[in-house]
């Protein structure tokens, strides 16, 4: 069965970092853009980061460039999410998202394939 699954989330303090995980059980893992939306309570699910499966192109929301990397492993079928300098406007649900052969409008949910269920993190000021 194609399924994406999300680890790493947790309970930090404000100003620390966490690495989510999202482990994808695709066969052909690397014709996949991987992305990660997250949704706070009583809000809209939101763009967060992706990287493209062609060239490896990141794209970030405004809220936490220069403090969230995206990454993959295409060996290892992953794609990472590494949070530094962590705020409690980041707490939300994280989740992981998968589309094949998506080139272009990576911070559209519409139109991932594949959507994990998600992984909490809670930041405490």
């Known amino acids: 069965q194609v399924q994406v699954v999300e680890s790493g989330g947790g309970l930090v303090q404000a100003g620390g970092s966490l690495r989510l995980s999202c482990a994808a059980s695709i066969r052909t893992f690397n014709t996949y853009t991987m992305g990660w939306f997250r949704q706070a309570p009583g809000k809209e699910r939101e763009f967060v980061a992706a990287i493209r499966w062609s060239d490896r192109t990141t794209y970030y929301a405004d809220s936490v460039k220069g403090r969230f990397t995206i990454s993959r492993d295409n060996a290892k079928n992953t794609v990472y999410l590494q949070m530094n300098s962590l705020k409690s406007e980041d707490t939300a649900v994280y989740y992981c998202?998968?589309?094949?052969?998506?080139?272009?409008?990576?911070?559209?949910?519409?139109?991932?394939?594949?959507w994990g269920q998600g992984t909490q993190v809670t930041v405490s000021s």
């Open positions: 998202a998968a589309d094949k052969y998506r080139n272009n409008d990576l911070n559209f949910a519409a139109g991932y394939d594949l």
